[in-house]
């Protein structure tokens, strides 16, 4: 049973930087991909940002690349850190897992519950 839990989430003014960890419990095999996701009231949810194995490739979407950096601390946690922030990142961010990584934002079958950030 994979648990994934976020924390981190909080309301930082524009300009900002927040990280954010997804503590990951659970059996994953060792090529499982671990994402970023965010979903802001009446829009659909947008993948963020993905770590594939080992570390050496990352997914962004174009709307953070340069700005947020995805990385695994340990075995159990990925942080997404997030500078430069805008309003527009204001969003519940979720931690998601799938088996493999595929270059693409579908598929992610565990998901946490969430950790809010706001930026105004």
């Known amino acids: 049973h994979v648990q994934l839990v976020e924390s981190g989430g909080d309301s930082v003014q524009a300009g900002g930087s927040l990280r954010l960890s997804c503590a990951v419990s659970?059996?994953?095999?060792?090529?499982?991909?671990v994402g970023w996701f965010r979903q802001s009231p009446g829009k659909e949810r947008e993948g963020v940002a993905a770590l594939y194995p080992g570390g050496g490739t990352r997914l962004y979407a174009d709307s953070v690349k340069g700005r947020f950096t995805i990385s695994r601390g340990n075995a159990d946690t990925v942080y997404l850190q997030m500078n430069s922030l805008k309003p527009e990142d204001t969003a519940m961010y979720y931690c998601?897992?799938?088996?493999?990584?595929?270059?693409?934002?579908?598929?992610?079958?565990?998901w946490g519950q969430g950790t809010q950030v706001t930026v105004s």
């Open positions: 998601a897992a799938k088996a493999l990584c595929d270059g693409s934002w579908e598929g992610f079958n565990y």
């Open positions: 659970g059996y994953i095999n060792d090529g499982a991909c």
